[in-house]
Antibody
Framework: EVQLVESGGGLVQPGESLRLSCAASGFSFSSYNMGWVRQAPGKGLEWVSDINTSGSPIYYADSLKGRFTISRDNVYNSLYLQMNSLRDDDTAVYYC??????????????WGQGTLVAVSS | EIVMTQSPATLSVSPGERVTLSCRASQGVRTNLAWYQQRPGQAPRLLIYGASTRATGFPARFSGTGSGTEFTLTISSLQSEDFAVYYCLQYNNWPPEYTFGQGTKLEIK
């Protein structure tokens, strides 16, 4: 059974940093691209970033403007999201998600339960 | 950036009814379109990918159609567990830039 378990969320002040982790199990982690998607309270879904099986290439949503860094460790079957210079509008549930490939493109198939990041002074 | 527009935003329906949800892309995405179901307090679940392929675990009452810019999700006979928010996602861009629709909420009439 595919399992994705996020951790590392919490309450931080604007300008602070936070590192999210996602522990994967139940599949060959090193064979799949992975990504992060976030959802602000009461709002829709927003793609944040994704990373290739080997760690490169990496893609980010333009709105993040270099503040976030995605990485992975295929030895420990883990995905990470380093978030710097956090702002109020980064408040959201952050989901780790697996990417599957079909007909030349990738889509999110399995999602974790999410971890809440709250940015407030 | 490809913009995805879902309609309606909210749909009030009774169990047993047939419903059709719409998703429109601002430019063609071929059949690189997925649908997700999100129940309150839960993570999204993949429902449809490739515009029409049903994901594991979802019954045949769910079906997806469309290509290019117009897509629909149909639920043939609503069950109580189907009341949720449904999102579409396009994944056609290169370099990757995934964009979701704003969601359609199915609520009990």
């Amino acid at each position: 059974e595919v399992q994705l378990v996020e951790s590392g969320g919490g309450l931080v002040q604007p300008g602070e940093s936070l590192r999210l982790s996602c522990a994967a199990s139940g599949f060959s982690f090193s064979s799949y691209n992975m990504g992060w998607v976030r959802q602000a309270p009461g709002k829709g879904l927003e793609w944040v970033s994704d990373i290739n099986t080997s760690g490169s290439p990496i893609y980010y949503a333009d709105s993040l403007k270099g503040r976030f860094t995605i990485s992975r460790d295929n030895v420990y079957n883990s995905l990470y999201l380093q978030m710097n210079s956090l702002r109020d509008d980064d408040t959201a549930v952050y989901y780790c998600a697996r990417l599957s490939y079909s007909s030349g493109s990738y889509y999110f198939d399995y999602w974790g339960q999410g971890t809440l990041v709250a940015v407030s002074s | 950036e490809i913009v995805m527009t879902q309609s309606p935003a909210t749909l009030s329906v009774s169990p047993g009814e047939r419903v059709t949800l719409s998703c429109r892309a601002s430019q063609g995405v071929r059949t690189n379109l997925a649908w997700y179901q999100q129940r309150p307090g839960q993570a999204p679940r993949l429902l449809i990918y490739g515009a029409s392929t049903r994901a594991t675990g979802f019954p045949a009452r769910f079906s997806g159609t469309g290509s290019g810019t117009e897509f629909t999700l149909t639920i043939s006979s609503l069950q109580s567990e189907d009341f949720a928010v449904y999102y579409c996602l396009q994944y056609n861009n290169w370099p990757p830039e995934y964009t979701f629709g704003q969601g359609t909420k199915l609520e009990i009439k």
